[in-house]
């Protein structure tokens, strides 16, 4: 019998998305059908979400849903079945799902969210008649609160579903003062080490933690990492303490949007066996960013511009990689000194980097379809999904050697060359000299044209569709059900 999962989050493609998040979410319904999940994606009514489902149809009405009135709409996204959180006080406001214009968190974010969580909530455990759920499973802080109402003040009458809780990063962990509390609906009981309670205040990803009857996080490294202070960010502790019960999965990537040989963004398909093709794909990459065309490397960056994401370091070494004989183009958006430093090293080196700040889906297919090596320099990265579409499209990825980046991908060292299946490069620490060195070493491989190659090809053959990782939600979701 198929198991019927409530999959809730802030973001899901193809209606919302600010990051992998929405990649995942919107991937994983078709990643378990297969494996016989019957998945509704559950996330909040924003203005594009509104206008993409039409009117919807109604399954449920609240007088007061954490203080406003809402909707529970039932739509689809594709193949599947979407229920949407209409609240227009809280989500009827344009631009980014967390921020306002001037880029600061809105300030009742803790409002907006513990609704999506009680709504999700309600409706896992039985709110609407004839929508049945087995589990619900809930995705970051933003949607951590329905395990915790599952757990601290189930739905009068509801039946009682087992959660599973997926921490796409642990630095987003959702704390709010003390004084939010009152206005969550929960009984006093919940407030306590083994509840919301985290740091004086309410922590909504600590909440989900401790509710859910199982973790998981995206990759197997991240998994392991998050064991330790530096990447547990306050939460290792609680990790550790949750034990077996935490486990990492690997995100996949969806091969029919992510699949060089059919892309209709490129200028030229191509497969691991045309990989001449490429070439067509490099020159237009280069007239789009103004670069001057060449032979030598064009590595590729395509990133939000945080410190999570290395990009301060990047910034320190772009001298060097011109120096050597490289180019590079990044697209990204984010912290504006970031910004600032790629457009100055832009301006110093015309025609040798290109810069464009923003967020474009279909150039990031062409980046990745003309770029000859995607940089992907993170402190940290629980999965990390564009160093797998680097892998897909032949642009070598030369990542940090750090959670779903170290389990992806293969360091050409002399070992994995002799056995033919490096498929990338990896480094060690975050700081200037070692990424000039992985450059270095990117450039030098290069240089050697049929190992180039192999390195490209191995990577276009590795498969990191869902088709396992959708086998392994399903395995865990049946094993919570009994
Ligand atoms: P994170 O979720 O931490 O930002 P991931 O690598 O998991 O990092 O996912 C990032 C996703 O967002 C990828 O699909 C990537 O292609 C996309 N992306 C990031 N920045 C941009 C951008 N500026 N323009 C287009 N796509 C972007």
Redesign the pocket.
Known sequence: MNVRVLSVASEALPLV?T???A?VVGALPAAVEPHGVKMTVMVPGYPSVMRAIGKGRQLHAYASLVGEPARLLSARIGDHALVVLDAPAWFSREGNPYTAGDGKDWPDNWRRFAALGRAAADLAGGLVKGKRFDLLHAHDWQAAMAPAYLRFAPPEGGRAVPSVMTI??MAFQGWFGAETFAGLGLPRSAWSMHGVEYHGGVGFLKAGLEAASAITTVSPTYAAEIRDPQFGMGLEGLIVSRGERVRGILNGIDTVQWNPETDPEIAERFTARKLDRRLRNKRALEEEFALEPGDGPLFVV???LTW?KGMDVLVEVLDHLVGIGARLAV???GDAAMEQGLRQAAARHPGRIGVLV????A??HRMQAGGDAILVPSRF??????QL?GLAYGCVPVVARTGGLADTVIDANPAAIAAGVATGIQFGRIDRQTLAHAIDRAVALYGDRDEWRRIQRNGMRCDFSWQASGKAYADLYRSLIG
């Open positions: 998305k990051g992998g998040l990649d796409h990063n395509i990133s939000r999570q697209l990204g958006a923003g967020y474009d889906e150039l990031a990265e629980p999965c990390g999904l564009t579409y």
